[in-house]
């Protein structure tokens, strides 16, 4: 009797038995729940039903369908498998280099962490929702847009320069448009009002005392 034959053969057997991990083709993601599903089809038209989809902590995507995905039978049984990784050629970011890092989605928004600490985003609308921002740039910001806009108070506490001139409207409820502290220097230029008043005089219509009588109006 050839014992290790008969032992091979069992051996065999038992393990043709037993599913090895095999590629599959996603149909259909259901992201609700603690741990997302997914129906996929397999070898010869095998259809697999919501087998659990594993992703890294702090990490989440839905892959479209047509994804490509890996399954580990867990026990060797394909109804209790669980996808582990996933590839979809139409949408990834190609043409990285060697230690670059990329975010991206099937409508091609995406986030690149490029060397030379380069980080570059591409997006149809950026929102960040949070208490506080802080931006820490030793060299300098750069905003390159036609319009930048605050919704509320804005403070500058070093010098403020433009060079396409400035326009200030409303009061904000204080009664004045605009307020400074300190001496004003205007070099170059006229300054015209309609009505300017100093320490309570209204400079246009002004008129005071003379030895000779009341003082004529201003004139040009």
């Not at 091609?108 to 149809?124: F, Q, R, Y």
Request: proline residues 3%.
């Amino acid at each position: 009797m050839d014992v290790v034959g008969i032992i091979n053969r069992r051996i065999g057997q038992a393990l043709a038995a037993i599913r090895l991990p095999f590629r599959a083709v996603l149909t259909r993601i259901t992201s609700e729940g603690g741990v997302m599903t997914a129906q996929l089809d397999g070898l010869e038209s095998e259809s697999l039903q919501a087998l659990e989809v594993f992703q890294q902590y702090g990490l989440t995507s839905v892959p479209p369908s047509g994804t490509m995905a890996v399954v580990i039978p867990v026990g060797g049984n394909s109804s209790h498998g669980i996808v582990v990784a996933t590839e979809n050629s139409a949408y990834r970011l190609q043409a990285l280099e060697d230690g670059e890092v990329a975010i991206y989605t099937s409508e091609g928004a995406t986030i690149v962490l490029k060397n030379g600490k380069i980080i570059e985003s591409h997006c149809d609308e950026f929102r960040l929702y949070c208490k506080k921002h802080v931006v820490n740039a030793t060299d300098s910001v750069e905003f390159n847009t036609p319009q930048l806009t605050a919704s509320q108070n804005a403070t500058v506490k070093g010098l403020l320069t433009g060079s396409g001139g400035m326009s200030i409207s409303g009061d904000n409820g204080s009664g004045v448009a605009a307020s400074f502290a300190g001496d004003i220097s205007h070099t170059g230029g006229t300054i015209t009002s309609v009505s300017i008043r100093i320490n309570g005089v209204e400079v246009g219509t002004h008129r005071h005392q003379t030895p000779d009588g009341m003082s004529e109006g201003p004139q040009n």
